[in-house]
């Protein structure tokens, strides 16, 4: 029977990750995500979980070691922010390559410089085109499911690829929520066992991380990108069943007040909680205004974007990150660009809100709908603005 | 003479991660094609010494059941170090034609 707690969503994710038996960790303490390793040091530590717990010493050797002991046939879970996530780049894509399924939490935080330890989504954009399967959660109880979905999801025969989850630093790591815990029963009757496509033992000689040359290397990209646009059939299918198992409900673009909204906001992460406040706010003053939360970000849900945006005259893109000297947030050029060959398309502004902690306020998000419905009459000058900016 | 069958066809035959599942089948694979220039020994100021069979760093230099040293086609990249090394001045770099 699931446990109702009231726990750090850091502590629960790493409760939510023990209930899925991973078999290796390996990680290096980086604010704001260090409370999931080091919990899940306690718990190895205090014998409730079987698992090899791997202090490194940097970020490139965590994810190199989930890297080896997924190829060799454990199911391997690491956790990491910022300039520490910044620090794998070099394993990243080769994770996906490989198709080894490792679970990687991501507190989001702010790249440096300047050096700041606080949230925005700066750092998974940063390994946005890498091939892994990319998620969000929006609070605590999202991170518990979605956690315990995505050794699923990775797993997959089908999909056999790297994960990441995304938590907002601060705004939900140190955050203490009540949410509901499954039990270990419920948890193993939802998630087999590990079965690997092939493992690194020397009774059965495989090769893993091979040489690709010209003459195969565009066909193993393209067989890399199908993969992981197909995953969205195995996702799909495992929220349903987490429906089933769990009665709560996850679909890549979650719809808040969208009957009838004129303007609609994109958001990502925690922001969505307190922009759902503002929206249902300005609902009760008439204004028709809609939410629409982005969980899936990779493969990213065409189809359920260009649905989801059918009557909608303004959709205002919130990004947490910048692309600088580029064309606005990368969501909001991702959101653009899907829905440029539309007929019938909103137009589609951007606001970058949220930096490197910057608070964001039930009443930035009601000021924001006010330039949406202004823009509903006159359309903006500029493409992109960092929201709040000073001497602006 | 029978077209070489090219593997993979197309990127659906492509192993899941490109992971080799047959031990030893890089010998398959033949780095020959990559050579620009072919060495050639001379058996006249070959001396037998076996220094270019050590330094191959493709290990595609053996030895004859006569006691001379030469590189198996298939294989050699190329390279030049056997000839940089053979000090008796054996072996020359011929330009492929
Ligand atoms: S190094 Fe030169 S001399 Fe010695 S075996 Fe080879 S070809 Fe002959
Ligand atoms: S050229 Fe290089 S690869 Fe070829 S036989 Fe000499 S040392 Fe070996």
Request: glycine residues 8%; contains cysteine; negative net charge.
């Amino acid at each position: 029977m699931s446990k109702r707690i009231g726990m750090e969503i850091a502590l629960a994710a790493a409760e939510a990750v023990a209930l899925c038996r991973p078999e290796v960790i390996a990680a290096y303490p980086i604010t704001p995500n260090t409370h999931i390793p080091e919990h899940l040091s306690d718990i190895v530590a205090d014998g409730r979980l079987d698992a090899e717990f791997i202090c490194v010493e940097s970020e490139h050797t965590a994810l190199s070691a989930c890297c080896g002991a997924s190829g060799a046939g454990a199911r391997a879970f690491t956790a990491t922010s910022s300039q520490g996530l910044a620090y794998m780049t070099e394993i990243i894509p080769i994770a996906s390559a490989m198709r080894l399924p490792i679970v990687m939490i991501i507190g989001n935080r702010a790249l440096s410089g300047p050096i700041n330890i606080w949230n925005d989504q700066s750092d998974v954009m940063y390994q946005r085109d890498a091939g892994w399967i990319s998620m969000f959660a929006n609070n605590g109880q999202e991170v518990i499911d979605m956690a315990i979905q995505s050794f699923k999801i990775a797993e997959h025969r089908d999909v056999m690829l790297p994960v990441n989850l995304n938590l907002d630093g601060f705004q939900l790591t140190h955050v203490v929520e009540p949410m509901e815990m499954p039990d270990q029963a419920e948890v193993d009757s939802f998630l087999p066992s590990f079965k690997p496509l092939a493992t690194l033992h020397p009774d059965k000689v495989v090769s893993m991380g091979t040489l690709g040359l010209p003459d195969i290397f565009n066909e193993s990209m393209k067989a890399k990108d199908e993969v992981l646009k197909n995953s969205r059939k195995v996702i799909l299918d495992v929220w349903k069943e987490w429906k089933q198992q769990f009665g709560r409900t996850y679909e890549p673009i979650e719809s808040c007040r969208m009957k009838g909204a004129e303007i609609a906001l994109v958001s990502m992460g925690s922001m969505g909680e307190t922009a759902e406040v503002a929206v249902d706010e300005l609902r009760k003053q008439g204004v028709p205004v809609g939410l629409l939360k982005l969980r899936l970000w990779r493969p990213f849900p065409f189809q359920d974007l260009k649905k989801a945006v059918k009557g909608v005259k303004v959709l205002v893109v919130l990004d947490r990150a910048v692309s600088f000297g580029g064309p606005g947030g990368p969501a909001f050029s991702e959101v653009r660009s899907a829905l440029y060959n539309e007929p019938d398309k909103p137009f589609v502004m951007n606001e970058i809100i949220g930096l490197g902690g910057r608070d964001v306020r039930v009443e930035d998000f009601v000021e924001i709908i006010g330039k949406a419905q202004k823009a509903l009459k006159t359309k903006p000058k500029e493409d992109y603005e960092i929201y709040g900016v000073r001497g602006s | 003479m029978e077209k070489k069958k090219k593997w993979p066809e197309g990127w659906q035959d492509v192993n899941p991660g490109l992971m080799v599942f047959r031990p030893g089948s890089a010998r398959e694979y033949q780095t020959g094609s990559w050579r620009a220039d072919r060495p050639v020994f001379d058996e006249s100021k070959c001396i037998r010494c076996g220094v270019c069979y050590i330094f191959c760093p493709e290990g595609c230099i053996s030895q004859d059941e006569r006691g001379y040293f030469h590189a198996d086609l298939d294989y050699c990249k190329g390279c030049g170090i056997c000839a940089h090394e053979c000090w008796p001045g054996a072996i020359t770099m011929v330009e492929e034609g």
